[in-house]
């Protein structure tokens, strides 16, 4: 079986969504499928063994259908898997012309399957209500033309329902590389970045850190370690870098953007994880397994530390793969650092559970298993 996923970018660029693609890619290949990649051009493409990428789309609009259709009609997949998120295919959140695109592709005989990354954003003001009420149109088209469509999380499976009879839940798996790391090494990272604090606590990805870094303030014995670039620097950039020349002072260390294997040593180099994901007054966010990240931690063997949303949802679990805060606020962050740091047993079971998890739900081979399985039954029963 040959699969074409469509992707905005790809690795070396600095694309959520392109890792993700690499990753299930080579996973696939391992499986035994024949796999391409086309998205956009860029200066360089870091392939993985078994994967052809065609960097051929100048953009996501009417201007790039032809070299598109070209590639794919070149190529002759079995399927072509679009990786959609509204703003990777427009700038605006509005790729009009994707769903006609989608069937100009299922009219020349190959079947199209659309993992949905994101769906349409919440109304926030009048403006945030036409872009939500036209991404939805746009998902709800895209669903028309697509012969399977998956998603990361339920809460974007009850979006979807209405648009399409059998919408797929596969979560995101870590978009880094773990290997086991030796404890001198994890010791010298410590060392080297908090020689005085007896508990890291480690982040990732690019969210808003101020309320984590107001929480460790309160702790005496607690260093952040923020790996990736957070989005609001001013936070931790008021005092002197370190030695090492990533890190500022004040209790906090940046590492800047790091290649997927130096992140997965980071991550080990910590005690606890958290993700400060934004929850609305309503209630609306949360910690979720659409987050690569999330599924880093799980990698790396930390307990963690998230936040509940409506987004929130099994098979996580509140005191046994996860310890869930209501809200993302410095004094509820601060109590949950507390907690895990100080009760082993808890902090044991939140590690071994989420080990567990990520081996039986986010692992790539696993992910992979679940791809397949979905490509090649729609295959025999279509």
């Not at 030796?182 to 309320?211: H, K, M, N």
């Not at 209790?251 to 040593?265: I, K, M, R, S």
């Amino acid at each position: 079986m040959t699969i074409a996923f469509l992707t905005n970018h790809f690795p070396p660029r600095v694309d959520g969504v392109g890792d993700y693609t690499a990753y299930l890619a080579a996973a696939l290949v391992q499986r035994g499928l024949d796999v391409h990649v086309i998205c956009r051009k860029q200066e360089a493409i870091v392939a993985p063994k078994g994967v052809t990428v065609h960097a051929v789309a100048t953009d996501w609009s009417e201007k790039s259908k032809i070299s598109v259709l070209d590639t794919v009609r070149e190529i002759q997949p079995d399927w072509v898997a679009v990786q959609y998120v509204p703003y990777s295919f427009q700038h605006l959140g509005l790729p009009f012309f994707l769903p006609d695109f989608l069937r100009q592709i299922r009219r020349n005989g190959t079947r199209v399957g659309v993992m949905f990354h994101e769906v349409h954003i919440r109304p926030q003001g009048v403006k945030g209500w036409i872009i939500g009420q036209l991404q939805r149109r746009i998902a709800r088209r895209m669903c028309r033309y697509a012969d399977v469509v998956a998603t990361s999380i339920a809460f974007y499976r009850q979006l979807l329902t209405p648009f399409h009879t059998d919408v797929r839940v596969i979560p995101v798996g870590a978009n880094i590389e773990v290997e086991p790391l030796a404890e001198a090494e994890r010791q010298r990272l410590r060392q080297q970045i908090f020689p005085d604090q007896s508990c890291i606590v480690s982040t990732f990805g690019r969210r808003d850190i101020s309320g984590l870094v107001a929480a460790a303030g309160m702790i005496e014995d607690v260093g952040i370690l923020a790996i990736g670039n957070p989005t609001n620097h001013s936070a931790t950039l008021e005092a002197p870098p370190l030695p090492s020349g990533g890190g500022v002072g004040g209790g906090v260390y940046c590492t800047g953007h790091l290649p997927p294997v130096e992140v997965g040593a980071w991550l080990q180099s910590s005690d606890v994880f958290v993700l400060p994901d934004v929850v609305s007054l309503h209630g609306e966010g949360g910690t979720c397994l659409k987050s690569g990240s999330l599924a880093a931690a799980f990698a790396a063997g930390l307990p963690v530390i998230g936040v509940r949303g409506d987004m929130t949802g099994l098979p996580l679990r509140h005191g046994e793969n996860i310890w869930l805060v209501e809200r993302g606020d410095a004094e509820s962050l601060f109590k949950a650092i507390r907690m895990v740091q100080s009760d082993p047993v808890l902090r044991e079971r939140l590690r071994t559970n989420g080990a567990i998890l990520y081996r039986e739900h986010l692992a790539w081979e696993v992910l992979a298993e679940a791809y397949g399985k979905l490509f090649f039954e729609h295959a025999i029963t279509a």
